[in-house]
C-alpha cells in the first residue's frame, strides 16, 4: 500500500538498503562514545549544512521527537514566557505543553485562512521567545519565510522558535530567521519515527547557558555540552542517525527539492480545483502549505474516496482532529516519486 499520510510517511525506496548497509557496518552495535559515531554526528551536521544550508555555527541536537522539543523549549531556553502564533492542532499542543510548564505563557489563535498580521501584532516586553509553527500539519497551513523576517525585523531582541516537523527536509528554510528550528524524521526526510533534530542558533545557546537549566535528562545544557565532542548524553538512536545521514547523503541541495515539491503541489492544487467535488480546504495561497495538501468535501464523498483509493492501492491521509470526517491530507514529500503523484491525481481527477 502506498501511503500519502502525514507522517509517519512513505519512506525513501532506498531504505531497505540502508538498513541492510547499516546493519554489515556495524551501526547497530555501534559505541556512542566511539570514534565512529562521533564521524557519524560530525557528518550528519557538516551534510545540514551542505545540504539544507543550516548555518555552519548553528548547533544540531538529536532528541527523540518534535514533542520532546517542546518540552525542551520551554524548560531549558524560555527566560520568562513564550508566545504563541497558532492557528491548528499542533500549534495547539506546543501551547499547552508549554503552559503546563510555565503558567505565564500566552498566545494567539487565528484561522488558517488568516495571515499572521504583523504589523498589528502586540507581543509584550515580558515575553523573551515567539513561537511558530511553520507547517501546520493538521489543518495543511505554513507561514512563508517572508513572515518569520517580517517578525524577526519587528521582533530583533526576542527568540524565534519554529516547528518546521513537516516542511524540514522539503522546503527551503532561511534558519538564520530563527534561533530554534526542529523536526522529526518520519515526514519531509523520509525516514521511519523515532528521532528528533533540534537546531540552535549561537544566541539561543548562550540564552540556554544563561539560563542554567541543569538535572533533566533532558536538560538542553547537559545535551549541549556532550555535543560539543560530538556526543550525547544518553545512547541515542545510532540507527535513526545513520539513516538519516543516507537519506541526507543521496539528496539532492534544498532548493532543488523545494522547487521540485512547489511545482508538484501546483499541480495537485490544480487537479482538485478542477474536480466537480472536491475542493481545497485552505483558500488562502498564501497560507496553504507546501508540503501538505487538504481536501475538503461532504462526509459521504470523502469516505467515499478514501474507501476507493484504498482499492486502488493508495492510503490518503485522514483529516486531523474536527476536520476528520470532512477531509482528507495528502503528503507532498520529497520520498513519494512523480510517477506515484501522477497516479494519484488521475484517481482524483474523477470526482
Ligand atoms: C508530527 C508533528 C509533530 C509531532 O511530531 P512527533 O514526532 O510525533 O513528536 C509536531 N508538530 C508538527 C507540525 C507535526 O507535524
Known sequence: MLTFSAGPSK??????????????????????????????????????????????????????????????????????????????????????????????????????????DVANLNIAEKFDLIAITQNETSNATQVPMEVLEEIQDKYPEKLIAVDTTSSMGGI????????????????????????????????????????????RYNSLNFMLENARSFQTHYTPNVLGIYLLKRVLQDIPEIQHISSRLNDRMHQLEQCIIQTSSLRLLVSNSETRSKTVLGVTGTESLISEVKKAAEEAGMQLGSGYGPLKPTSFRIANFPAITDEEMDKLMSFLKNY
Open 11 to 116: 519512506v525513501y525506496d532506498s531504505m531497505p538498503q540502508y538498513l541492510q548497509d547499516a546493519y554489515e557496518a556495524g551501526i547497530l552495535s555501534a559505541n556512542h562514545r566511539s570514534a565512529a559515531f562521533m564521524n557519524l554526528y560530525r557528518e550528519v551536521h557538516q551534510l545540514f549544512c551542505e545540504k539544507l544550508h543550516m548555518p555552519e555555527e548553528y548547533s544540531l541536537l538529536f532528541t527523540s521527537s518534535a514533542t520532546e522539543n517542546w518540552e525542551i523549549i520551554t524548560q531549558s531556553i524560555v527566560e520568562s514566557a513564550s508566545y504563541h502564533i497558532y492557528s491548528g492542532s499542533f500549534g495547539k499542543k506546543w501551547i499547552n505543553f508549554a503552559q503546563h510548564i510555565n503558567p505565564e505563557t500566552e498566545g494567539l489563535k487565528i484561522e488558517a485562512d488568516q495571515a499572521i
Open 172 to 215: 527551503a528554510l532561511n534558519f538564520n530567521l530563527g534561533d530554534i528550528w526542529y523536526a522529526s524524521v518520519q515526514k519531509c526526510f523520509g525516514m521511519p519515527a523515532g528521532l528528533g533534530v533540534l537546531i540552535l542558533s549561537p544566541r539561543a545557546v548562550e540564552q540556554t547557558e544563561r539560563k542554567g537549566e541543569k538535572g
